[in-house]
């Protein structure tokens, strides 16, 4: 039988179970109820949420929904999707906030840690360039690329206006394999070689490129794999 929040015994319900034992000890359907606080008609909000997460099947997939598809599980409408939305997209700044403390670069593990997490759930790689100056501090992170890393596709020219903008000494660049697998494909090394050799051309030096997997990173300039 369901029962909605207010018919539950109150050592039960979410938000008192987080008040006596602690934020760690609710499950993820309970941490959901507390965020949308309301359930809908005949349904409370907990049984809302475990419906919602079962809907969704991998909790990670809510990073790149948006409220439209959200609404498209029965019982989510525009305030609820909002809320979930917002809850996610403040998340993610909190993390951006984590990751700009780490001002500098200096080997494949720096770069893993500033990229796994963005790069971890999303489904089409994304190829990123990161802006140094002579100390390795970081002057920007751009995302220039999404789609199939290939060398025809991915324009030296975009990448090295960003790098006279910034004055940057070095780069390195960063992309995702949706797989899992870093290992580098054909296109992501004929790509690396030709973006090396434009770089060399105006005087700045490319410090790697590295491919980020589930848990692991492959860097193709010094052909190692590294797993984290």
């Given amino acids: 039988m369901s029962y909605l929040i207010k018919e539950m015994p109150n050592n039960e319900r979410p938000r008192e179970r987080l008040l006596n034992y602690g934020v760690k000890s609710l499950s993820t ?15 409370s909000v907990l049984d809302l949420s475990k419906r919602i997460l079962y809907k969704i099947e991998k909790l990670s997939l809510l990073l790149n929904m948006n409220v ?19 809850a996610i997209e403040l998340t993610r700044r909190m993390y951006e906030d984590l990751d700009e403390k780490k001002e500098c670069v200096y080997d494949v593990s720096d770069v893993y840690y500033l990229f796994n997490r963005e790069l971890d759930v999303l489904e089409q790689e994304h190829f990123f360039v990161i802006y ?58 004929i790509t690396t070689t030709k973006l090396v050799e434009a770089a060399q051309t105006i005087g700045i030096h490319v410090i790697d490129h590295v ?18």
């Fill in 29 to 43: 359907s309970e941490l959901l109820a507390i965020i949308l606080q309301t359930g809908n008609k005949g349904e």
């Fill in 68 to 86: 439209q598809e959200l609404m498209k599980i029965k019982g989510v409408g525009v305030a609820k999707g909002c809320i979930i939305v917002a």
């Fill in 132 to 189: 140094l100056d002579m100390k390795n501090k970081i002057l920007s992170k751009k995302l220039l690329f999404v789609g199939s890393l290939n060398s025809s596709l991915v324009a030296p020219r975009d990448i090295f206006k960003h790098a006279m903008r910034f004055n940057a000494a070095s780069l390195i660049f960063v992309h995702n394999h949706p797989s899992g697998d870093p290992t580098p494909s054909k296109n992501d090394i």
């Fill in 211 to 228: 491919v980020i997997g589930k848990k692991s990173c492959c860097s193709i300039l010094t052909n190692k794999r590294y797993n984290f």
